[in-house]
């Protein structure tokens, strides 16, 4: 140290004076110096083991040296002879070996003062019992973290960590063991608790503070040994665990107050805070408190659950559930440990959604779906999400679409209903699926399934109820609905359109009311017809349409025709005068086959059919006329004495009034024999004259039904407001026979398509079992069909030799080329 080499320093001031004065009397007595084997030797001047006697004698030879040749300076002359004798005398004499000179500083090692650690000790040992009894301590920080430091230099830094430990492990012993039989109320005793740790933690940092030097060199230099804080935290857990009624209260504690605030209590949930961080930083959280928790959260909410299913509906259930996840959501962020979410939200969701699946669907579902409770059905779809209960929940729903409409699709009596019942169902069905299952496609393919199997309960009926829905909207008359509405409902049929299996049954009675539609001219709008016939065939392919399209084709062809008939020379000059006829030509394939009805026409009418039957086939030659009498209707003019009418009615109609030009009365036989008009569809005709609403004729005795003995004259009272009046014809029921004929025709149609798909089939598989045949059969057919069916058809095939059954196996067929 400094202050031990002062003593030395005046003789390195006598060196240092006697350098500069030989230096400042002669340069080349450095040289010659030198040359005698003087040199000074500064590496060393710090050597403790120097010996200051030997470097003064050396000092002063030296010294005599050059002040000698300084001596002899009083003459310049005699002075350079001198050196330059003494220089050939050296160049004579061989040189002698150099004299080293060696300076060493000798330094006593310093001795610590006795008693010095146990001194040094008592100091810090009086401040850590003062920090831990909260007394004033008189020596300041400064000095404590000095008496560390010297210790701590002077190697006595283990002993002092030891006795430091001992000390504090004395202290936190007296703190808990101070716990043990205190107040038995757990929010006083929890306090205590809290109190203890809160005072641990402060003075472990008071006492780091101090010997923060032994953390910083001992303990980071020394491996295994704890930082002070991690000692103290050690200590109090080692003691704690001593203490288990210490413990136990502790824990037993924090669940009840946890459990009071889940019934609704308040409590200070700063003391929960605090004295589970304590847990957390003693490394006992998981052990001593979250293990117990969880299971205590898990039989608090089995309990509550099987309660609140007793007693409530479910969507109060379901808001309850949402209230209770939110709640232990918010608990993880006040108090709880992060580590704790994710297992005490999966305990909650076990007990009270995922221990009630099945009870919850089945007593609350159907209810939720009928009443289109989309925001319960939300929640309840959000709920589920969460125990991966999707196919509990998509299986109730396909039970719900099946049962609920199987109520009113098998109830005959609801079938003028039918369709829109299926369209306020489906569309129920897309806003729950859009608003409350976030549009999840595996529900939107539930809902599909369970809409074709129930929309097909019926094979047929429904295909069929469904066309004529269409031709209720698309024909004249349809009010109450624009152009954007009436899109709007052909775009809703063609969704239940898309679920039915028979097609064809729906294809066969479109095509026999759009007939019926364009023909009779009660079609409401030409785009819109057109419109559906464009959809279908986006839907089904231009082969589904492609007859459909014919009958348009047919009714614009009709018009070029009958524009030339009336520009034709026969039109011109052998048409009788007073009448105009419009000819719709049909080509068979296109249009329904309708049955032959004989009537009696008027001359004029006669001619006219003639004169255009002339004309047809001189254009078109080789082709064959044949009148559809059922379908005509015209337009007469009627003179009243109230006044003059247009009467609008059907070609039936139409020779039943022209009789009454050359008779008043007719009775029913006459009119029978005079028209020719098959039985039913003259008392049909004839009480659509005299019985509907616009009376014409007057019948003869009064009733609602035409009996053979009633007669009819020609109402002349007869008056209305407007000038043309439409003379509705009485719509006759489809009976069971003309449907029964429409379904036997499709499955005609069916035989063809199934020979084909047979055909197809084993023309490519040449040998084929009756089974696999029959399997390949039902994945290409687009239609529902028995196998009993197919098998006659099958049989049918090996009739005709297309088929021939193996020799060795009857179910087993062989294609015949």
């Not at 005072?199 to 001992?218: K, N, P, S």
């Not at 589920?384 to 929940?393: P, T």
Request: aromatic content about 8%; glycine content about 4%.
């Amino acid at each position: 140290m400094s202050h031990q080499k002062r003593p030395y320093s005046n003789n390195s001031d006598s060196i240092s004076a006697a350098m500069k004065k030989a230096k400042s009397q002669a340069i080349n007595y450095s040289s010659t110096a030198e040359k005698n084997g003087i040199r000074f030797n500064d590496d060393d001047n710090d050597d403790e083991g120097s010996n200051p006697m030997i470097l003064e004698d050396n000092i002063i030879k030296n010294h005599d040296i050059l002040g000698g040749a300084g001596s002899s300076s009083g003459g310049g002359g005699g002075c350079s002879r001198a050196i330059a004798a003494n220089l050939s005398r050296k160049k004579a004499t061989p040189p002698q070996p150099a004299k080293k000179l060696v300076i060493k500083l000798v330094k006593e090692k310093p001795k610590l003062p006795t008693n010095f650690e146990e001194n040094t000790w008592g100091t810090l040992k009086s401040a850590i019992s003062a920090i831990f009894l909260k007394q004033p301590d008189p020596c300041d920080s400064e000095k404590l973290y000095q008496a560390v430091c010297n210790l701590c230099e002077h190697k006595m830094g283990g002993n002092l960590y030891k006795k430091i430990e001992k000390e504090c492990e004395a202290h936190i012993s007296t703190a808990l063991q101070n716990l043990v039989d205190q107040s038995p109320d757990l929010v006083v005793f929890l306090s205590l608790v809290e109190k203890c740790w809160q005072d641990l933690c402060d003075q472990m940092l008071m006492i780091r503070g101090i010997a923060l030097y032994l953390d910083r060199t001992y303990v980071k230099q020394t491996p295994n040994v704890r930082s002070l804080w991690d000692m103290g935290l050690q200590l109090f857990c080692k003691h704690l665990s001593l203490l288990p009624e210490v413990g136990h209260k502790t824990v037993t504690g924090l669940l009840r107050l946890i459990e009071r605030e889940r019934l609704g209590e308040a409590i200070d949930r700063t003391l929960v805070n605090h004295l589970l961080k304590m847990f957390n930083a003693l490394g006992i959280y998981s052990e001593s408190f979250e293990k117990p928790f969880l299971v205590g959260t898990s039989e608090f909410y089995a309990s509550e659950g099987a309660k609140y299913m007793q007693q409530s509906d479910v969507p109060d259930y379901l808001k309850h559930v949402e209230l209770r996840l939110h709640e232990e959501h918010e608990r993880c962020l006040l108090y709880l440990d992060a580590g704790t979410r994710k297992p005490l939200i999966a305990t909650t969701e076990r007990q009270l959604l995922e221990h009630h699946i099945s009870a919850i669907l089945d007593k609350g579902f159907t209810m939720l779906m009928d009443r289109n409770r989309v925001e319960d059905l939300r929640r309840m779809y959000a709920l589920f999400s969460r125990v991966n209960a999707f196919e509990s929940l998509r299986q109730a729903l396909s039970s719900h679409i099946r049962v609920s409409g199987q109520n009113f699709v098998m109830d005959e009596e609801k079938d003028k209903d039918l369709v829109s019942s299926l369209l306020s169902f489906k569309a129920s069905l897309d806003m729950i699926w859009e608003e409350s299952f976030s549009k999840n496609e595996a529900f939107s393919n539930t809902i599909k399934d369970a809409f074709e199997h129930l929309i097909n309960l019926r094979q047929n009926r429904p295909a069929e109820l469904i066309a004529k829905f269409l031709d209720e909207k698309l024909r004249a008359g349809n009010k109450g609905a624009s152009e954007e509405e009436l899109e709007g409902i052909l775009d809703k049929i063609l969704v239940l359109f898309r679920f039915i299996q028979g097609k064809d049954v729906f294809e066969a009675f479109y095509k026999k009311d759009l007939a019926k539609r364009l023909l009779l001219g009660k079609s409401a709008s030409i785009d819109a017809e057109k419109s559906m016939i464009s959809k279908l065939k986006t839907e089904c392919g231009s082969q589904f349409t492609n007859k459909l399209e014919g009958m348009f084709k047919d009714i614009e062809l009709s018009k070029e025709i009958n524009e030339s008939f009336k520009q034709s020379s026969q039109a011109r000059t052998k048409l009788p005068s007073g009448i105009e006829l419009s000819v719709h030509v049909l080509t068979t394939g296109y249009w329904p086959t309708y049955p032959p009805m004989d009537v009696r026409l008027p001359h004029e009418l006669n001619v006219y059919q003639d004169i255009f039957k002339e004309f047809y086939l001189s254009k078109y030659s080789g082709r064959r006329l044949m009148w559809q009498n059922s379908l005509g209707h015209c337009v007469l003019k009627a003179n009243f004495p109230k006044g003059k009418k247009e009467l609008s009615v059907s070609l039936f109609q139409t020779v039943v009034l022209m009789l009454f030009n050359d008779a008043q009365k007719l009775s029913f036989q006459d009119i029978k024999d005079s028209t020719g008009i098959e039985d039913k569809e003259l008392r049909r005709t004839l009480q659509s004259l005299a019985c509907g609403k616009v009376r014409v004729l007057q019948k003869f005795p009064k009733g609602r039904d035409v009996e053979d003995g009633d007669s009819f004259v020609f109402h002349e009272e007869f008056s209305a407001p407007l000038y043309r009046i439409k003379v509705n014809a009485i719509q006759m029921k489809e009976t069971v026979e003309e449907n029964t004929s429409t379904t036997e025709r499709v499955f005609q149609d069916r035989q063809y398509q199934v020979d084909a798909a047979i055909v197809r089939i084993m023309k490519t598989r040449k040998v084929l079992s009756h089974t696999l045949l029959i399997t390949e059969l039902f994945q290409q057919l687009k239609f529902p069909i028995k196998p009993v069916d197919l098998k006659k058809r099958i049989e049918s095939l090996i009739d005709r030799e297309y088929l021939e059954r193996d020799k060795n196996n009857p179910q087993i067929y062989n294609y015949l080329a």
